[in-house]
């Protein structure tokens, strides 16, 4: 393996510019020559690729975003789209590729490994729901700015007596809703994981008032329901004068914390030493303290994210 080429996919996650930094420099420190593919998948069929430095890299860990940029390109999933691809990647001499994305991202990257071109994916995404892997990048950055909202929001409500409904991103998984809702003690969680009973949150909030509680939190995962149809649910039940905060894209930009950096450096690093060794078809992850190593293919088709689940019920007993 001489020269290999990285991309961002997908929705963008802080941590993504730590592994890309980490692959570019890991891989000229090895004697790689280290190509940049901008826009994802539709920059590699468009053939925007170029050759990137040490200096390319400089100044970027710190950054949220991915300074690769990054794109949705559907006719990726069609055949064409992936020999075309592969056609752009042997013009450049390429011969070993990184894909930094979801579990979209990870499907190009199977396809492209069903068709002998060895890829690595890294777990790209703040919504924590790719199989392999406890944690992804961008997740621990997202829980840290819901947190701080949710802190600021906590203060309006407890000054105003109100019941505010937080929604935050999480289409298939709660992971989101889970963390945050542990992390800033909110009444209630709602998640796709879990069955929801209105009749069980109300009680939860009477059950506070009644202790002279001032405010109530409810954390919901946009893949239950959006916010204000929540809401609505709610005051069929009871009228809380709720307030609804659907946080939104600033979940997914900033600074990356401490723990996306390390992690996207751990993962860039590994990827590279993978094509190295001349390995393919494989998606890095991390459990517990250990880097892991999957199947691409196999983690797609058997094995799914299961969120920590045990924060749910022990977020019922300590946040009553
Ligand atoms: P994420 O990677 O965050 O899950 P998407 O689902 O939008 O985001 O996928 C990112 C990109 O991956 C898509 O725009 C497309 O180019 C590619 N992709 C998605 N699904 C497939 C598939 N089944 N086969 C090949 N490529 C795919």
Excluded at 75 to 84: H, L, R, T, V
Excluded at 135 to 159: E, M, P, Q
Excluded at 204 to 228: P, Q
Excluded at 271 to 289: D, F, N, P, S, W
């Amino acid at each position: 393996m001489k020269r290999i080429a990285v991309l961002t996919s997908g929705g963008d996650a802080p941590g993504m510019n730590a592994a890309i930094r980490a692959v570019v420099r890991k891989g000229i420190y090895d004697g790689l020559e280290v190509y940049g593919i901008n826009y994802g998948y539709a920059g590699m069929v468009a053939g925007d690729i170029r050759q990137l430095t040490v200096d390319d890299v400089g100044d970027t860990i710190s950054r949220g975003g991915t300074v690769l940029y990054s794109a949705r390109y559907p006719e990726f999933a069609n055949i064409e789209g992936q020999q075309k691809g592969i056609e752009q990647l042997k013009k450049f001499g390429i011969d070993g590729l990184i894909v930094i994305g979801g579990d979209g991202s990870y499907r190009g990257g199977a396809a492209l490994t069903k068709l002998g071109f060895p890829t690595i994916g890294i777990p790209g995404t703040i919504d924590n729901d790719i199989a392999g892997t406890d944690y992804t990048l961008g997740f621990d950055t997202a829980i840290n700015t819901v947190l701080d909202s949710v802190d600021k929001i906590r203060d309006t409500a407890t000054s105003h007596v109100r019941t505010f409904i937080i929604e935050v991103m999480g289409r298939n998984a709660g992971d989101i809703a889970l963390w945050t809702g542990i992390g800033s003690g909110a009444e209630s969680i709602v998640i796709p994981e879990v069955e929801f009973n209105m009749d069980e949150i109300v009680n939860e909030i009477e059950e506070g008032r009644r202790r002279g509680k001032k405010h109530t939190i409810i954390l919901l995962a946009e893949g239950v329901m959006n916010g204000n149809a929540f809401a609505a649910e709610l005051e069929k039940h009871k009228n809380y004068h709720t307030r609804v905060t659907v946080l939104g894209h600033v979940q997914r930009g900033g600074s990356p914390s401490a723990r996306d950096r390390v992690l996207g450096s751990l993962f860039g690093y590994n990827a590279v030493q993978l094509l190295e060794e001349g390995k393919g078809g494989i998606c890095v992850g991390i459990r517990g303290t250990e880097i892991v190593f999957n199947d691409i293919i196999e983690t797609l088709e058997t094995k799914r994210h299961v969120p920590y689940l045990s924060l749910y019920q022990i977020n019922k007993e300590i946040s009553f």
